[in-house]
């Protein structure tokens, strides 16, 4: 067998950008609610008091692809220059069980969450926003911004994070692109009249509290990934409309529903809605401009493996070898 290709993170940045893959992960979340889509749950367990090995794999029927992400998730890598979740996601072809590609898994994982972000964004805010706040000022605060520019090119951005001063750099960065982006001391002065919130931190408790929303907001909820996490407090789960990638995701590792039910902030009815159905037009997305939504982003393996297949398409399309 012929060593299948492996795609850097450079090679990602190189072939495909957040605009890229909006399209293809709209296909992949309507694919989700159509039962056409297997993503079952995530693996994870200890290495040592260090950190995690975890392993997701899945497939979808169009195109014809399945693969799986293997990482060791190390929260304190950074601190040695290291990402917090480090390892491959390998892409293979249905049809016949082929090895297509391997890829960083850091590398798909920041763009193809940006990306669904925005996705979430364009189906569930209000149109045309003009100020976009983003929480928190690491690897995704910084893709979500690059990804808010690319998308809302117009709109304003502002950037809060618990050190002012990791605000304030990350700002920094973006000044040769000449767009209007500026760091928040206060939270509640960074929320205030935004359109879209992104919160992108690694925060175990929550710190958006509810009385901060306004109506007409939208959030998207990045940061918080496991059940004993979160970053609003459940007033604010109580307020808004929820929205997420899977229900059964929702139901095992959505650490802001389950705590708001759990202190009865919320019952056991309250009604989240998979937006593969909004996006398939069997559900309805935003009612009313003065609603506030919420898409709960879990991060499934079809998002990862249709990125990875995008990154493939575009380099092996002209070999006439891609997938059908």
């Keep these: 067998m012929t060593p299948p290709p492996f795609f ?9 950008s957040t605009t890229d893959l909006i399209d293809p992960l709209k296909a992949a979340m309507i694919s989700v609610s159509r039962g056409q889509a297997s993503h079952p749950p995530r693996f994870a367990a200890p290495v040592n008091d260090k950190g995690r090995v975890g392993v997701m794999y899945g497939g979808l029927t169009t195109p014809p692809i399945h693969g799986a992400k293997f990482l060791s998730l190390y929260p304190d890598a950074a601190a040695n220059g290291l990402s917090s979740h480090q390892g491959f996601v390998l892409l293979f072809d249905s049809r016949d069980g082929r090895p297509l590609a391997s890829f960083d898994a850091d590398g798909i994982t920041a763009m193809r969450t940006a990306a669904m972000s925005m996705l979430a964004t364009q189906t569930l805010a209000r149109p045309d926003p ?5 929480c928190g000022a690491g690897e995704q605060a910084e893709w979500h911004l690059r990804a808010s520019l690319a998308c809302f090119p117009s709109a304003k951005v502002r950037v809060w994070a618990r050190r002012f001063a990791a605000a304030e750099a990350l700002c920094r960065s973006f000044e040769k692109a000449q ?3 500026t760091a928040m001391h206060s939270l509640a002065d960074a929320l205030k009249g935004a359109d879209v919130i992104h ?5 175990r408790t929550p710190y958006l509290q509810g009385g901060m929303l306004q109506e007409g907001q ?6 918080a990934s496991l059940a004993d996490s979160r970053e609003i407090d459940d007033a604010a789960v109580a307020q808004v409309s929820m929205f997420t990638d899977a229900l059964e995701s ?7 529903i389950i705590g708001a039910k759990q202190a009865g902030a919320i019952g056991g009815d309250y009604p989240v809605t998979e937006i593969g159905n909004v996006l398939d037009q069997t559900k309805e997305g935003r009612g009313v401009p003065e609603q506030i939504t919420a898409y709960k982003s879990h991060g499934l393996i079809v998002q990862d493996l249709i990125a990875a297949f995008e990154v493939f398409r575009r380099v092996t399309a002209k070999d006439g070898d891609c997938v059908g």
Excluded: K, P
């Excluded at 850097?8 to 495909?16: F, G, K």
């Excluded at 919160?199 to 925060?203: I, L, P, Q």
């Excluded at 939208?218 to 940061?223: I, S």
């Excluded at 929702?250 to 802001?256: A, V």
């Design 8 to 16: 850097s993170a450079a090679d990602i940045r190189d072939t495909i």
């Design 179 to 181: 767009c209007d982006v």
């Design 130 to 134: 003009e100020i976009i706040t983003i």
């Design 199 to 203: 919160t992108t931190t690694a925060a």
């Design 250 to 256: 929702s139901d095992r590792e959505s650490g802001e």
């Design 218 to 223: 939208h959030l998207n909820l990045v940061g």
